[in-house]
């Protein structure tokens, strides 16, 4: 449980709550997460650039609508 005595947990407790819901939020409404991406490269593929945010977003949007097969839904 956080210090509340101070104040200052419970401030922190209230940002990590907001940044969840903002990710959530955009998660929910097709906006990939540049910050977790990055985060995921550096953890596990340290040895290979990031995409750049442009590309990253070329990259989620053409894997979520671009199909070749012409789908219709």
Same mark, same amino acid.
């Given at each position: =449980?956080?210090?509340?005595?101070?104040?200052?947990?419970?401030?922190?407790?209230?940002?990590? #709550?907001?940044?969840?819901?903002?990710?959530?939020?955009?998660? =929910?409404?097709?906006?990939?997460?540049?910050?977790?991406?990055?985060?995921? =490269?550096? @953890?596990?593929?340290?040895?290979?650039?990031? =995409?750049?945010?442009? #590309?990253?977003?070329?990259?989620?949007? #053409? #894997?979520?609508?671009?199909? @070749?097969?012409?789908?219709?839904?």
């Amino acid at each position: =449980m956080a210090d509340t005595t101070t104040g200052g947990g419970l401030l922190e407790d209230i940002g990590r #709550a907001g940044r969840y819901l903002t990710q959530s939020f955009r998660l =929910m409404v097709g906006v990939p997460d540049y910050g977790s991406y990055v985060k995921h =490269m550096q @953890a596990t593929h340290p040895d290979q650039e990031p =995409m750049n945010y442009e #590309a990253f977003f070329r990259e989620r949007q #053409a #894997a979520r609508y671009g199909s @070749a097969t012409g789908r219709c839904c």
